[in-house]
């Protein structure tokens, strides 16, 4: 079993930046890849980014290319998500996600174990 806690969310007005962690517990992430997904009100779960663990290849969303940048700690075991040039549209509750393999998707269901959440609240 992996655990995962995120942090790192808050209030930001646009322009601004955030940096979200997602600590992992129970076991290394060395042979999981794992993803950023968010979810604003009325609206899907979205696929935002990934990571695998050995290799650290990196995928985008289109939404959040040039802007967010996934990285990993292997140390800490821990994943980070940066986030700049932030605007009212990234709002939402942005989720870790892990699943074992060396290999990411972007779809939801492809994930078997998922943090809690933390909010993101962009202003205009």
């Known amino acids: 079993q992996v655990q995962l806690v995120e942090s790192g969310g808050g209030f930001v007005q646009a322009g601004g930046s955030l940096r979200l962690s997602c600590a992992a517990s129970g076991r290394t992430l060395s042979s999981y890849a794992v993803g950023w997904f968010r979810q604003a009100p009325g609206k899907e779960r979205e696929f935002v980014s990934a990571?695998?663990?050995?290799?650290?290849?990196?995928l985008y969303a289109d939404s959040v290319k040039g802007r967010f940048t996934i990285a990993r700690d292997n140390a800490k075991n821990t994943v980070y998500l940066q986030m700049n040039s932030l605007a009212p549209e990234d709002t939402a509750v942005y989720y870790c996600?892990?699943?074992?393999?060396?290999?990411?998707?972007?779809?939801?269901?492809?994930?078997?174990?998922w943090g809690q959440g933390t909010q993101v609240t962009v202003s205009s």
């Open positions: 990571i695998t663990w050995s290799f650290g290849r990196t």
């Open positions: 996600a892990a699943r074992g393999g060396d290999f990411y998707f972007t779809n939801v269901r492809a994930y078997d174990y």
